[in-house]
């Protein structure tokens, strides 16, 4: 068993910073394809950043602002968000390609989400 548990969401000012936290537990083999996804109200899921085969992208709209990370001795993979904009408003979901042993193939596993408001 895979879990993504992510931390760090909450209520900022516009121009204010937060920083997402995803930590995986269980049984890991490696971890592969790293990501964020955001989903605002009534909206699909977007795609804000990823890290993969060693190259990181990011959606235009948050690029120049957001940066994620990873740490893979802790399992974990962060979203650094500054200068926020109300329009950053949104459940940010962490996703990561996790191989759960060497004979298998990477899995998508998500997060729970966690909301990012930002507002006056």
């Known amino acids: 068993q895979v879990q993504l548990v992510e931390s760090g969401g909450g209520l900022v000012q516009p121009g204010g910073s937060l920083r997402l936290s995803c930590a995986a537990s269980?049984?890991?083999?490696?971890?592969?394809?790293k990501a964020w996804y955001l989903q605002a109200p009534g909206k699909q899921r977007e795609l804000v950043a990823a890290i993969s085969g060693g190259s990181i992208n990011y959606a235009d709209s948050v690029k120049g602002r957001f940066t994620i990370s990873g740490d893979n001795a802790k399992n974990t993979v962060y979203l650094q968000m500054n200068s926020l904009k109300p329009e950053d408003t949104a459940v940010y979901y962490c996703?990561?390609?996790?191989?759960?042993?060497?004979?298998?193939?990477?899995?998508?596993?998500w997060g729970q989400g966690t909301q990012v408001t930002v507002a006056a």
């Open positions: 996703n990561a390609a996790v191989t759960v042993d060497r004979y298998s193939t990477p899995y998508p596993y």
């Open positions: 269980g049984s890991i083999f490696s971890i592969g394809v």
